[in-house]
Nanobody, 128 residues
Framework: QVQLVESGGGLVQTGGSLRLSCVASGGIFGTYGMGWFRQAPGKERELVAAISRSGTRTYYTDSVKGRFTISRDDAKNTVYLQMISLKPEDTAVYYC?????????????????????WGQGTQVTVSS
């Protein structure tokens, strides 16, 4: 069974930065497409960023383009989400997820239904 553990969340002021990490265990990390989702109170979970198995293809939701960067280190079984210029509307619980059936190494899973494994989440709070 694959386990995903997120870390790096916290409280930061507007304009600040955080780097989230997600460590995977129990599977073959290099075969998974990976994504970061977030869910704010009263809102649906949304895909923030995703990365292909190869690490060369990425997806970002419009509201974070230019501010967030997703990356992966297969040697460490870890996917990262670097966040800069944070805004109060970025406040949410951030979840890491893995897609075990990505197919092509260059495919970026872009829908929640494609993901098979989920972490417990880490809280990010941006104060104004």
């Amino acid at each position: 069974q694959v386990q995903l553990v997120e870390s790096g969340g916290g409280l930061v002021q507007t304009g600040g930065s955080l780097r989230l990490s997600c460590v995977a265990s129990g599977g073959i990390f290099g075969t998974y497409g990976m994504g970061w989702f977030r869910q704010a109170p009263g809102k649906e979970r949304e895909l923030v960023a995703a990365i292909s198995r190869s690490g060369t293809r990425t997806y970002y939701t419009d509201s974070v383009k230019g501010r967030f960067t997703i990356s992966r280190d297969d040697a460490k079984n870890t996917v990262y989400l670097q966040m800069i210029s944070l805004k109060p509307e970025d406040t949410a619980v951030y979840y890491c997820a893995a897609d075990r059936d990505s197919g092509s190494r260059y495919y970026v899973p872009s829908y929640a239904g494609e993901y098979d494994y989920w972490g417990q989440g880490t809280q990010v709070t941006v104060s104004s």
